[in-house]
Structures are given as C-alpha cells and as structure tokens.
C-alpha cells in the first residue's frame, strides 16, 4: 500500500542562496522532499526522521526498498541525537573527514531513526556535508536530511541542477541551484568495527588516507554485485546503478592504443575523471550513443572509486584489449 499519493509538481529551480534557503526548509518542514546540492552530487532530500518523507524519496527516484538512505547531519552534536553507536575511531574520523564526503555507518541503538531509512537494517550510514548550501538547509529545518542521489534510480547521478531537472521534473516541487558538484562522486561509505574500518564504496576518501588513522578493508561489495540476500549493507551496493541509457563497456588496456582499437565505432571516455564521468555519460544519452567505452583506472588510490562507478555502469561488463 502506498504512503502517500503521487503528484504532478511544477518543478522549481531555485539558486542556492538566503532565499533558496527559506524556500527549501519551508517546504521540509512541511514534509516535502527537495533536490539540494552537496560537494558530492545533488542530493534529493527529506526528513530524516518522518517516515511519509522517506516514502516520497523513494517514490520519486523510483528507488528500489532495500536500498538504504545517508542521513546528512548537521554536526557530530547532531549525529550524538539520532540514537547512535558513536564510537572513539567515528569522533577522531569525523573530526578531521567531517564536514566532507565520509560516509560513516553506525549501530542503532534507539528508534530515533526510522527503520524505513536503513531499510530495516541495526545500522544507520550518516555524514556531515561539506557544501555550505547543503549545511545552511539542514540547519535551518533543524532535523537531519536522508538525501540519495536527485537522479532516477540507476541512471548517472546527477553532478549539475539541469541533470535533477532533467530525472525529476514533475516529481518534486524545487531544485536548489548550487552549480557543479565539487567532488563529482558520491561519498566515501565505510563500516566501523572496533578499530577497524571497511570500505563499502570508495571515494574522495580513500582507503590510504584513512589508513593513517586505523586499519582498513576494503569490501568485496567495492568490485562485484551484492548478493547477500536481505537489505545492501551500503547505498550503491547493488542494484544497477551509475548507467547511461546506451550500452557501457568497461575496458581494460596497457596502452592507449589498444583501448582505441577496442572502442572503434563507439563513444569513448580514455581519461575518465571523478567530476566529469557522469555528465559525460549523460551528454553521451543526449548524442543518442549506443555504446561507451571507458577505459578502467587502476583500481587503488583515487582511482579505485572511478574503478568502482564504471563497472556497475557497466554492469560488470569488462573487456580486456
């Protein structure tokens, strides 16, 4: 049974700023759901805390159920609020990762957060965004935001205001305008065990910057599908997700020229990078391509978050040249 019944919005881009602002917390408040940009990518926003809003996320992006939430936090004061496990490697982390794209998820150990965010799940992924626009929001609706990608379930996420238009039209009321993303691809998410942490998707943090703080492990969920049964242990863990409506072909090549050779005929990205991946994806859909090749980073440092994004594009579709 649906929560709620679904509109026909006329959609509203506004610009990020006082007004946008008052705008954006006024309807929040009033349980509607708002795309907002982050450092990451914009992000499509409810209330946290009200079930009848995270319903109308879901609904919206067409979002499948046992997909779990981020919520987005104000502060650590705030994330202290939501009924968590805080543990002492989360409060060194976040003092020098927050606010910025690190995602941590914590233990439940109150109801303050509905089991609809975590998809019935004991743990709830939280952060502090690093966008003043976002963190001028969440502070002026004064409860903490679950805010997935502002996009269609599994298409590119949306990194500029014209992509969320382009998804959401008609299924949201506004769009706050804070022009290109920063980062360009969604936050670092790990799990915290004792003094250990595990990668559940990379990032702009990445594993070696994390390792100078605790011992770290990165997920097999990071290079293949999750097929643990139940709920994904992170958003973007299963489930088709970062793909264009054309055909993506990850590839694998020791030179240029053989990943030329092996993307003949078709379009190519052969230096993809975190800002840009996902609308070069979308400008490709626009061009009509049917096929994209991409050729693969090495699968460490920074690249390991780009290694991660292209083959579930792909679809685990990997060509070796």
Known sequence: ?????????????????????VEAARLLKSGEVVAIPTETVYGLAGNA????????????????RDNPLIVHA???????????EVSP????LAADFWAGPLTMVMKKVGDTVPGEVSCGLGTVAVRVPGCPAALDIIKACGFP??????????????????????????????????????????????????????????????????????EVVIDEVVYKDFTGGGSAPSPG?????YSPKARVIAVTADSDEAFKAVAAGGCA???????TLFAKLREF?????????????????????????????????????
Request: hydrophobic letters at 40%; one cysteine or more; charged letters at 25%.
């Open 285 to 321: 859909d626009e061009q009509g391509a049917k096929r994209v090749y991409i050729k693969l980073p090495e699968p460490n440092g920074a690249g390991l978050a780009l290694y991660n994004r292209i083959i579930r594009a792909a679809g685990f579709n990997v060509v070796k040249a």
């Open 145 to 214: 935001l679950a805010a997935p990608s502002a996009n269609v379930s599994g298409a590119p996420s949306p990194t500029k205001a014209e992509h969320v238009y382009a998804d959401l039209k008609g299924r949201i009321p506004l769009i706050i305008d804070g022009g290109e993303c920063e980062v360009g691809l969604e936050s670092t998410v790990i799990a915290l065990e004792g003094d250990k942490a595990r990668i559940l998707r990379p990032g702009a943090v990445t594993a070696e910057r994390l390792r100078e703080y605790c």
């Open 269 to 275: 990205i052969a230096d993809p990078e975190a800002r």
């Open 1 to 21: 049974m649906k929560m709620y019944e679904t509109r026909n919005y006329d959609t509203l881009i506004k610009p990020a700023g006082i007004d946008g602002t």
């Open 74 to 84: 104000a502060d650590m004061e705030a994330v202290r609020g939501l009924g968590l």
């Open 237 to 241: 863990a299963a489930h088709r997700h």
């Open 89 to 92: 490697l989360a409060v060194r």
């Open 49 to 64: 805390l009200d079930p009848k809003a995270i319903a109308k996320i879901f609904a919206a992006k067409g979002r499948p």
